[in-house]
C-alpha cells in the first residue's frame, strides 16, 4: 500500500515549494504573495481554471475528467495562512519576516495539495471534476465560513469536500480519523465586573471587584464538572484577568477576564453559554456588583460525515497500512468545520512526527510527509470520481 511513485520523484520540487512558502509566511486575509504563488503553479499545471479573488485572497482550481458528462464534483481543501509568532527553528529556510511564521504547518498543507494538482491535471484518469481549494485565515479569521459566504460550494457545485491537518507526535505516514465530531467548536468570551474602587485599607467602603472576579472563576469550574454529562466532552477556561489599576493599594473599580470554551456538540455549546452568563450575573449581583459577558461565538464543532469518513479511510489504507479509523476527539478547533457543515466531507490528520507541537515557536513540518499527503488527496479524488467512460468500457471489454 505504497504512496505514488510520481510523488517520491516530485519530493525535490515539492520541497522547495513548502521552503519558499516557508520562508515568506503572511497572516490571515492579507496574503498577496502566497496566494499569487499558488495561482501561478496552477496555472502552470494546465488547470482548467484558476480563480483568485475568493474571500479576498483565496484561490480556487478547477481541474476536469476525461469522462464525457459532467460527473460528480469533488472539493480538495487546503489553508494557506500563518502565525504572528517568531520562529527559533534556525532552519536554512526559516522565515524572512521577523514575528511570523508558518508554525501550523498550513505551508506542508498547500503544498500537498499542489502536489495532488499537478498530479491530477496531467493525468486526468477520473470522471467528473475535481475542485482544488486554498483558504485564507484559517488561524481565526474565518477564512473557511468566507469562502462558503462567497460562493465557493455553489458556483462549483461541490458535491463532498475533503480537508487534511498535520499531527506532531503521530508518525510520519500515519493517518488518523474519526466519524463524527473530530475537533470541538471554539467560542471566546470576556466578562467586565464593575464595583466600587477605593483604599485596599478601607474595603469596607468598596465593593471589592477582585474578591467577585476570584468567586466568579471558582464557580466556573462547576459549568462543566456539575453541568456536562461527563460522557461528554468540554473545556472552559477563563486565561486572563486585568484591573483599571497597577497599584498594590487599590482595590479596581473595573475587572476583565476573558477565557475561551471548547465543546464537541453544539447542544453542550449553547448550554455552556448560557450557564456562564446566568453564574457571571449571578455572583456579581450576589456580592453587589456589575457583570456584563461578551460572548463571541467562533469556529462550530468540526463534524465528518459517515460515509465520507468512510471514503477518507480507504484512500489512507490506499497509502498506508497505518491508519487509525477511531482517533480521539481534539479540543483544537478548525474552521474547515463551515464547510463541512455546507457540504458533507471529511477531515483528516496526517503525521508530522516527532517534532514540536503547532502554534510553537520550534514548530516545523516534515518534508518526508509531503508524499503521504498527496497521494491520499489523489486517492479520494479518484475513488470518489472513478475512471474515465472509455476507460470502463476499455476494461469491462478485456
Not at 9 to 28: G, K, Q, S, V, Y
Request: glycine share 10%; proline share 6%; with cysteine.
Amino acid at each position: 500500500m505504497p504512496i505514488r511513485n510520481r510523488f517520491s520523484e516530485m519530493l525535490p520540487e515539492m520541497t522547495a515549494w513548502r521552503h519558499d512558502f516557508h520562508e515568506h509566511p503572511e497572516l490571515l486575509y492579507d496574503l498577496p504573495r502566497t496566494s499569487a504563488r499558488v495561482a501561478d503553479l496552477l496555472r502552470g499545471f494546465g488547470c482548467d481554471e484558476v480563480v483568485t479573488g475568493i474571500a479576498q485572497t483565496g484561490v480556487v482550481g478547477v481541474i476536469r475528467g476525461r469522462g464525457r458528462g459532467p460527473g460528480r464534483v469533488v472539493g480538495l481543501r487546503a489553508d494557506m495562512d500563518a502565525l504572528p509568532i517568531g520562529e527559533t527553528t534556525g532552519r536554512a529556510y526559516a522565515s524572512h519576516t521577523p514575528g511570523r511564521m508558518h508554525a501550523c504547518g498550513h505551508d506542508g498543507h498547500m503544498t500537498m495539495l499542489l502536489g495532488a494538482a499537478k498530479y491530477l491535471a496531467g493525468t486526468r484518469n477520473f470522471d467528473g471534476t475535481v475542485v482544488v481549494i486554498f483558504q485564507p485565515a484559517e488561524e481565526g479569521g474565518g477564512g473557511g465560513l468566507a469562502m462558503v459566504q462567497d460562493g465557493l460550494f455553489v458556483r462549483w457545485n461541490i458535491q463532498e469536500v475533503y480537508g487534511m491537518h498535520n499531527h506532531p507526535g503521530l508518525p510520519v505516514g500515519h493517518f488518523a480519523i474519526r466519524p463524527g465530531a473530530i475537533m470541538a467548536s471554539a467560542d471566546s468570551f470576556e466578562i467586565i465586573l464593575t464595583g466600587k474602587g477605593g483604599h485596599a485599607a478601607r474595603p469596607h467602603l468598596c465593593v471589592d471587584t477582585m474578591v467577585v472576579a476570584a468567586q466568579v472563576i471558582t464557580a466556573l469550574q462547576t459549568v462543566v464538572s456539575r453541568g456536562v454529562d461527563p460522557m461528554e466532552q468540554a473545556v472552559l477556561s477563563v486565561s486572563t484577568i486585568t484591573t483599571d489599576s497597577p497599584a498594590y493599594n487599590v482595590l479596581p473599580q473595573v475587572v476583565r477576564m476573558s477565557g475561551t470554551a471548547r465543546t464537541m456538540s453544539e447542544s453542550v455549546r449553547g448550554f455552556i453559554e448560557s450557564r456562564v452568563k446566568e453564574i457571571v450575573t449571578g455572583v456579581a449581583t450576589a456580592l453587589q456588583a456589575q457583570a456584563e459577558v461578551i460572548w463571541q461565538s467562533g469556529y462550530p464543532v468540526t463534524v465528518n460525515g459517515a460515509a465520507e469518513t468512510d471514503h477518507a479511510i480507504a484512500a489512507a489504507r490506499a497509502v498506508s497500512a497505518d491508519v487509525d479509523a477511531d482517533v480521539a476527539p481534539q479540543m483544537a478547533a478548525e474552521d474547515f468545520s463551515y464547510m463541512l457543515r455546507e457540504c458533507p466531507g471529511a477531515y483528516i490528520l496526517l503525521g508530522n512526527g516527532a517534532s514540536a507541537p503547532v502554534h510553537h515557536p520550534d514548530y516545523d513540518f516534515d518534508d518526508a510527509a509531503l508524499p503521504f499527503g498527496a497521494s491520499w488527496y489523489v486517492e479520494i479524488a479518484e475513488n470518489r470520481l472513478g475512471a474515465p467512460e472509455g476507460d470502463r468500457h476499455d476494461l469491462q471489454s478485456r
